[in-house]
């Protein structure tokens, strides 16, 4: 009979690895998605094709060199899932022991990358794919008006099989954080300033992967080799105190220096021990660009775009802060 994508069976759990080749399949270390569309995965085999003397006009032979899975997650942020992946990008997860809301905090001050393993049943209950050595190449965290913070994460896997132990998928009910349900503090802050007007925001982390053979077809690891982290804002224009630090250094003609600076965005619902709490913090952005969009005769609002670098820093170049119901640290 017919599958539908959407077959209540299907879901997509994900763990990290207490190392490489050892798959994470405890159900109590794994976390179910809550997936969007956009989410998939596809096995990728390179195979080879060989025509020697003695087979005419045809290929004679064919052997497959390597075999790895590649796909993406795209999930609406909630305070249970969005760490789950955070432990494996950006990683350097800790816990302050607290509970009641839970504290945690995930940074990209380290050079450890763990492995993740992924559970995908698709479609239903048909197929039971198991992927492990999973290494994410980064992820893009946004922000639109109106709407929920969304992560997209690609990943390449360097194992794949099509059987586990059966789960019955347990999904939290926490809800996603919206681009408006802000921190008391203020829920956007440029430069260290609360700012009102941000109406967008992206960062795009981006790790460089290096894939490894050496005598199986699939890759002995897959190693993080250097990291790019891109950011973006939009907010409406009213004033030029920021396109003048930007353009001119603050002044009135250009310099040779780059400005920098910071920024943070909060969402956070709920108060006491139901708070639940998000903060993604640059603490050092180098602006490369400003635009203003195209002179529009017909008028309309003008907002003006910032974007990118976010460099090393004293701390880290990224730090995530959530606060969830996980009393318990990210650890395989």
Do not use: C
Request: cysteine-free.
């Amino acid at each position: 009979m017919p599958f539908s994508s959407a077959d209540p069976n299907a879901f997509v759990a994900v763990g990290m690895q207490s190392a490489l080749g050892t798959p994470q399949v405890t159900a109590a270390k794994l976390r179910f998605a809550k997936y969007m569309s956009g989410t998939g995965f596809k096995p990728e085999e390179e195979v080879v094709y060989q025509r020697e003397g003695g087979d005419g006009l045809d290929y004679g032979f064919s052997y497959k060199k390597t075999q790895k899975t590649t796909g993406q997650l795209v999930l609406a942020v909630r305070p249970e899932i969005a760490p789950q992946l955070f432990q494996l990008v950006p990683g350097g997860a800790t816990w302050d022991g607290t509970s009641g809301p839970a504290n945690h905090v995930f940074h990209t001050g380290h050079a450890s990358h763990p492995k993740g393993t992924l559970l995908i049943q698709h479609p239903g209950s048909l197929l039971s794919h198991l992927l492990s050595d999973v290494q994410f190449s980064g992820f893009t965290l946004e922000g639109q008006s109106g709407e929920p913070w969304k992560l997209t994460a690609p990943f390449v896997a360097a194992q794949m099989g099509a059987s586990f132990a059966a789960f019955v998928p347990t999904y939290y009910g926490d809800a996603p954080l919206l681009f408006h349900t802000l921190a008391p503090s203020g829920g956007y802050l440029i430069d260290g300033a609360t700012d009102t007007k941000v109406t967008s925001f992206q960062f795009q982390l981006g790790l460089g992967l290096e894939e490894l053979y050496a005598q199986t077809i699939d890759a002995d690891d897959i190693v993080v080799q250097n990291r790019d982290i891109t950011f973006t804002f939009t907010r409406r224009i009213e004033d030029a105190t920021l396109w003048k630090k930007v353009a001119m250094g603050g002044g009135i003609v250009p310099t040779t220096s780059v400005a920098t600076g910071s920024f943070q965005a909060i969402s956070m619902y709920g108060a006491a021990a139901a708070a639940r709490y998000l903060s993604v913090n640059a603490p050092l952005i180098s602006y490369d660009s400003v635009d203003f969009g195209d002179l529009d005769p017909d008028g309309k609002t003008v907002y003006e775009v910032y974007s990118g670098k976010v460099l090393h820093s004293a701390t880290a170049a990224l730090i995530f802060n959530v606060m969830n119901a996980h009393a318990s640290a990210y650890a395989p």
